[in-house]
């Protein structure tokens, strides 16, 4: 499984690079929306990202729309700190996971088995 | 009795009187209901009560002016009637003598027999004669009927007999005879055929012309009476007899008809005179008749006086229950003002109160977004560290340990600034007033809306110009202002906005600070609008209308001023001005005030 991580904490990002790697899942980290469409604009393949909704510049729901247009077959996690319902309801609305900041990580390994089954194995 | 009276005293008393809480009372519109209260009362009452006063003024003066007119004609007429008879009483007797002169032979008048004979016949006919006297042009008495002798008396020097010499005839003044008798003298002058001339005079008794003057009197209030030219009185007088004889009104300029005035007389009553010369049409007398009469004395005066009185008591207690019913409805309306301003004002109090809290709530919000960052950089650290001890084995001696640990305290460092942010700006809440950089709080309160600037790339620049001075100031309400007004800013922006706030000194004791957005602007004929409570453009439901007209009374209690520039699609800009001391200023206002 391979793995694209946006998020603009960059600690956070790459610590949670970090933990998911121990798990065996590869994982690319940007700290910038336009990086990670650079990335994948020069062929990169994922099978989900995880993003945050809230970035300076492009946040992650846009982020989101510009993705799906290169890979349709791309899954997506949203992540965020602003336990907010309006952020909640942005999530479930644009047909994807949601998960707040703090997370546990054993959660996030379960939603992404449960985004893309099919490359668990 | 005492509780029905209380009662009703507390309908007259305003409410504003009894509860007017402290706190409310810079919500208010009016902040002097008192001063409304009795100002509407005199206007309600002066209204109503003036052309009542006016009127019944006017009306009281036409009835006593016509009034005044027919005692004057009145009086007038007992006086010309009176004057008649008094001229007749005098020509009646002058006539009398001058028969006698032309009738008798000046023999038969020099003969005392005779004299006497037509003495006894003139008292037949005219009764209070009291003698007859014949005097030659010398002056010389030539012959005398009647009680007294004075055969020979030279009268060549008296005042009369010049008088009579000059005029052909002489009625005198009265005067007290040799008996304490008031008399008059008439005197009567004939030329004879050789050119002398004598005279002759009788002395009348006066009881029957004081009789003839006071058969005229009507009503205890009326006096008749004669005085001479020089003001003495001459013939009986309720009023005016006693002490100086002098009568207290002027002696009237000479006239030859009966004339009539209204005046008032030595004691302050006010009278009618009228007055007549008295002149026969053989010759002038020196009397004067006057008549008096009270005002308050005549008939017609009396009924009106009643009337007036009865006027004057229904007009009292019409002027009582007018002020009465003016002042309940002046109270009632104004305790409708009072109650409507007042839950007016407790709805912005009320408001102002849920705006802090909404606010703080907003802030707290804002707060556990910025600490959820952190917390989650401190769990995937923690994590991290835990998985290098559950999965990899190799934990010990690893410098990539210490570094995580030290990832962990400064992000734990980072929710501590946090925390202490908000517990500050909390804290500074409960502070009155207190010396403040600005340019600090500003800051401090911008660092609450950074992220969302950076979410929606709006740039915030702040500009704080050199020797702008810390201000004092109620902390409280100056940042619950400028929150108001950086989330405006925030709410009318979209994405990729400047927010620019200035900050500077303006003429030596105020300072100036504009907020300015680059948002969606206000349209013109909202900008006087704004200001005011529950005006809003906002959808129904999200806005109260009530955060900048709370701005702007925020801005007043802090003795400062408020302004708006606004273009649609170019952005607005608020201007608030403040003391620099704001206590200063309340002192000052105090004493001038």
Known sequence: MKILLVDDEKKFASMLAKRLELRGIKVDYFFEATNAIQEVENGKKYDVAILDVKMPGMGGIELRRKLS????????????????????????????????????????????YLVAPEKTT | MKQKFHSFFFILWPRFFRELSEHIIPYLTFNNYPRIWVRGILILVSTSLIPLFVMTGIYYQLIEKSIDNALILRTERVASNTRRAVSFFFEERLAALKFMVNDRDYKDLINPTQLSEILKNLKLGFGGLTDLSVIDYNGTQLTYAGPYNLEGKDYSQQNWFLECQKRNAYVSEVFSGYRGVPHIVVAVKHTRPDGNFFIIRATLETERLFNAV???????????????????????????????????IEVPEYSSRTKALLTKDRKGIPVIVSYAFINTSITPTPFILIV??????????????????????????????????????????????????????????????????????????????????????????AGYIKDLFVIKSQYQDDPELI???????????????????????????????????????????????????????????????????????????????????????????????????????????????????????????????????????????????????????????????????????????????????????????????
């Not at chain 2, 005549?298 to 002020?323: D, H, Q």
């Not at chain 2, 009155?432 to 709080?441: A, F, G, P, Q, W």
């Not at chain 2, 401090?444 to 709006?458: D, G, H, P, T």
């Not at chain 2, 405006?488 to 600070?513: E, Y």
Request: aromatic share 8%; with cysteine.
């Open chain 2, 292 to 381: 008096v009469k009270e005002k308050e004395g005549v008939s017609v005066m009396k009924i009106w006086l009643g009337l007036k009185t009865n006027f004057n008591l229904f007009l009292a207690i019409s002027a009582m229950v007018i002020v009465l019913i003016m002042s309940l409805t002046a109270t009632s309306l104004i305790n409708k003002i009072y109650f409507a301003d007042r839950s007016k004002a407790e709805a912005m109090l009320s408001a102002e109160q849920k705006g802090q809290l909404a606010s703080i709530g907003q802030l707290a919000a804002g707060v556990a977004h910025e600490i959820n960052n952190p917390l989650a950089l401190i769990n995937e650290t």
């Open chain 2, 403 to 593: 570094e995580q640990i030290d990832v962990i305290l400064d992000a734990v460092e980072r929710c501590g600034a946090i925390t202490r942010q908000l517990l500050g700006f909390a804290r500074q809440l409960d502070v009155e007033s207190r010396s403040l950089n600005l340019k600090v709080m500003m800051t401090n309160l911008l660092s609450f809306f950074q992220k969302e600037a950076e979410y929606r790339n709006i740039s915030i620049l702040l500009d704080v110009e050199d020797g702008t001075p810390s201000i004092e100031t109620d902390r409280k309400k100056l940042q619950q202002i400028l929150l108001n007004l950086i989330n405006n800013a925030f709410q009318a922006m979209d994405k990729d906005g400047n927010l620019s706030i200035k900050i500077g000194i303006v003429g030596t004791d105020m300072v100036r600070i504009s907020i300015e957005d680059s948002g969606c602007g206000i349209e013109e004929h909202h900008l006087n609008k704004i200001f005011d409570p529950f005006f809003t453009t906002k959808q129904e439901g999200k806005g109260t209308g009530l955060g900048l007209s709370i701005t702007f009374g925020l801005v007043k209690k802090l003795h400062g001023n408020i302004s708006v520039n606004s273009k649609v699609g170019e952005g607005t800009t608020f201007v608030i001005t403040l003391p620099i001391n704001f206590k200063k200023e309340e002192k000052h206002e105090n004493s001038t005030g």
């Open chain 1, 69 to 112: 247009r290169m890979d349709s077959d791309l899954k997506f996690i949203f992540l965020t700190g602003h336990g907010s319902n309006v952020d909640y309801k942005t999530g479930v609305s644009e047909a994807s996971y949601y998960l707040p900041k703090p997370l546990k990580i054993n959660d996030l390994i379960e939603t992404l």
């Open chain 2, 214 to 248: 006071t058969s005229y009197k009507s009503g205890t209030y009326a006096d008749i009476f004669m005085i001479n030219h020089d003001g003495v009185v001459q013939s009986p007088s309720k009023y005016y007899e006693k002490k100086t004889r002098r009568i207290s």
